[in-house]
């Protein structure tokens, strides 16, 4: 099998941070093409790329990743962003857990099996651009063959999870009236009217929890207001990034911000993706996690924090059923100074493989019981 730590490390080396994903999906590309995928590049925007390979020709497992990364500023971190090294066990850069080991696990696992397995693998590998600003990449895509399962390698540490929160970002705005700094009485400071309406949001704590995706959260994100100290801002912006749960949905959130936020302040959606959630009773849930985890299958499911394209990809795919597996380390994504533990990159690179060399038999089995 390609050394799934080597790929992690090229793929941390190529700056992905909010765009550029063409240059990932040029080091991948040729990997699956020459172990004998059929690979199409999408390249709606420059330098954003959707990769997407495709082998066999009976019913896939579809397996995917993203490409982009978060921003890291240099500045704030004890070593290189792009470093890819390793130190004390750990893969050091930025995307080293969120998701690019869990990207080369998969791209590795697959190769491998087509490799050695070529009348035996029905695999679909979907790697995006733009994952980390909303599935924009996974948006784009069209023409995908159906598959009933979806496996996305974020980061679990080698955890089996079924499912995450959804998401909603809302943009709040204040309009006020303008004056000079020496006369505030004169003008309307929609900055405070606004930043009021944040603290309040902010410190509200009674949000809905469910059993099974834990609790709603808010987080006041990002805020901006006023040009210069002598001017009364008459306009402000603050975005709001919203965790949805079962029972909770983007509807009741936006009428609890609309309560809190109070009369004239206005609130757009700017995002909004459904959550995720697999039954783990099934069949086809328990051999996935016999094939991914043998030791673990019977123990008790997981749901992510984060959002995943498996918002999007899920209804695109038919999906029955998703199961979020990766080497990286939940604790690590979007941190100053990422890192991945480097034993469980072979180990999810592993267990992928044998989920691959399993699926024949799970997928005949599937469509049995449609």
């Not at 491998?112 to 590998?125: F, G, I, K, M, Y």
């Not at 996690?289 to 008790?300: H, K, S």
């Not at 979020?324 to 034993?343: F, K, L, S």
Request: with cysteine.
């Amino acid at each position: 099998m390609l050394d799934p730590v080597s790929l992690t490390q090229q793929l941390v080396r190529l700056d992905t941070r909010a765009g550029n994903e063409k240059s990932a999906a040029a080091l991948l590309a040729p990997i699956l093409a020459d172990a004998g995928f059929s690979v199409r590049s999408d390249e709606p925007e420059p330098g954003r790329v959707n990769l997407v390979a495709r082998y066999g020709s009976r019913t896939p497992v579809t397996l995917t990743g993203h490409l982009d990364t978060v921003p890291a500023d240099a500045s704030g971190w004890s070593f290189d962003p792009l470093s890819g090294d390793i130190h004390g066990g750990r893969l050091r850069g930025r995307g080293s857990s969120d998701m690019k080991a869990g990207v080369a696990c998969m791209v590795a696992a697959a190769a491998h099996r087509v490799s050695t397995h070529p009348t035996d693998t029905d695999v679909q590998l979907v790697l995006t651009f733009g994952e980390e600003t909303g599935c924009e990449g996974a948006a784009r895509l069209e023409g995908l063959t159906p598959s009933p399962v979806l496996l996305v390698a974020e980061p679990t540490a080698n955890k089996i999870v079924l499912g995450h929160k959804g998401v909603l970002w809302l943009r709040l705005t204040a309009e006020g009236r303008s004056a000079h700094g020496s006369r505030p009485e004169l003008g309307d400071n929609a900055l405070a009217r606004l930043a009021a309406a944040a603290v309040r949001i902010h410190d509200h704590k009674d949000w809905p929890r469910s059993d099974t995706h834990g609790a709603a959260t808010v987080n006041v994100g990002t805020f901006h207001a006023g040009v210069q100290p002598n001017l009364v801002p008459d306009h402000a912006e603050l975005m709001l990034d919203i965790r949805t749960i079962p029972g909770f949905s983007s509807d009741d959130a936006l009428l609890a911000i609309e309560r809190l936020a109070g009369p004239g302040t206005g609130i757009e959606r700017v995002l909004d993706l459904n959550g995720v959630a697999t039954d783990p009773a099934t069949a086809l849930v328990r051999d996935l996690a016999d094939a991914l985890r043998p030791a673990e299958a019977d123990g008790r499911p997981e749901y992510a924090t984060y959002f995943t394209d498996a918002s999007v990809l899920a209804g695109k795919l038919d999906a029955r059923a998703v199961v979020i597996y990766g080497p990286g380390d939940p604790d690590q994504a979007h941190v100053t100074d990422e890192t991945c533990a480097v034993a469980a990159i072979p180990e999810a690179a592993e267990a992928i493989h044998r989920l691959l060399a399993s699926w024949g038999e799970m997928a005949d089995s599937a469509s049995h019981s449609c």
